[in-house]
């Protein structure tokens, strides 16, 4: 008998310390998402994918709308972001398989510049089948993450627009803009201040359009992996899991304050089906 008191004491401890949590995220205006359930389904198509955020194939996507909530499992917490939402559609093609994410911002943040931040949005997939922390992984149990950056397509889209300049023969102005591989950082994370950049960039590819308040943005990769260690496992056919994140550079928003969703379904459908 006292083993079994002992137990219900400690689940009545248990319980009342959730309730406590729920309370604290309740007065931060912090909404008690789960997951469960919720699964984003990777489409499989024929021919090649949507290059363009605005292409008018990915209208023909189911799109799934997944809660985000403010950052508060380390210093400083982020209680309050502004974005509250993001829509995630996906399609593969059994080589590749792209993101389409979009989410309201009024603001077009894309200058990295003293005193002034960035709009960006990240896609985290765990290394391996062992379950990971979803915001950076932990010691032993890592995560992939790409970020997009809005700054970096800002970059990609001046240079592409000056190469053209050139051959049109018009008239140019002079600015050093830097050079880059895509608009999406290929990163590793094994905890909090371990975030690191892979050295072989440019796997992941990314395009993006802003538009009436509203981000586009799309991320694409080859499905095979090249690094078995340090690169996410996508296999048609297969359930595994899949988070985001969104920061809102007008919102003075960076590193870890940002927006959140924890782990959620991603289930990628198998190549039999066409």
Same mark, same amino acid.
């Given at each position: 008998m006292k083993y079994m +008191?002992?137990?219900h004491s400690h689940l009545l401890?248990?319980?009342f310390g959730l309730i406590v949590v729920a309370g604290v995220l309740g007065a931060f205006g912090i909404p008690l998402v789960s997951s469960a359930g919720m699964t984003i389904r990777s489409y499989l198509v024929s021919g090649d994918l949507p290059n363009a955020a605005d292409d008018a194939d990915w209208r023909k996507i189911s799109p799934t709308t997944i809660p985000l909530s403010g950052q508060v499992i380390t210093r400083p917490v982020w209680p309050e972001p502004t974005v509250r939402a993001l829509t995630v559609r996906s399609v593969h093609n059994g080589t590749e398989i792209a993101f389409l994410l979009e989410w309201q911002d009024?603001? @077009?943040?894309d200058r990295l510049t003293p005193g002034t931040f960035r709009d960006g949005v990240a896609i985290g997939l765990p290394l391996g089948d062992a379950p990971a922390f979803f915001c950076m992984g932990q010691l032993d149990h890592y995560i992939n993450i790409w970020h997009w @950056?809005? +700054?970096?397509?800002? +970059?990609i889209d001046r240079r592409t627009s000056r190469a053209s300049e050139k051959r049109e023969g018009g008239v140019r102005t002079f600015e050093v803009i830097p050079r880059r591989v895509s608009s999406v950082e290929d990163l590793i994370g094994g905890g909090f201040s371990t975030l690191t950049t892979k050295e072989k960039q440019g796997r992941v590819q990314g395009q993006a359009v802003w538009r009436d308040g509203v981000w586009h943005v799309v991320m694409r990769r080859p499905l095979a992996s090249e690094e078995q260690e340090n690169e996410a496992t996508?296999?048609?056919g297969r359930v595994q899991t899949v988070s985001f994140a969104v920061w809102n550079g007008e919102n003075k928003?960076?590193?870890?304050? @940002?927006a959140v969703a924890p782990w959620f379904q991603l289930?990628? +459908?198998p190549v039999a089906k066409l």
């Open positions: +008191d002992d137990s401890g248990v319980f009024n603001t @077009k943040n @950056k809005a +700054d970096w397509q800002s +970059d996508l296999v048609p928003e960076r590193n870890g304050q @940002k289930s990628i +459908d």
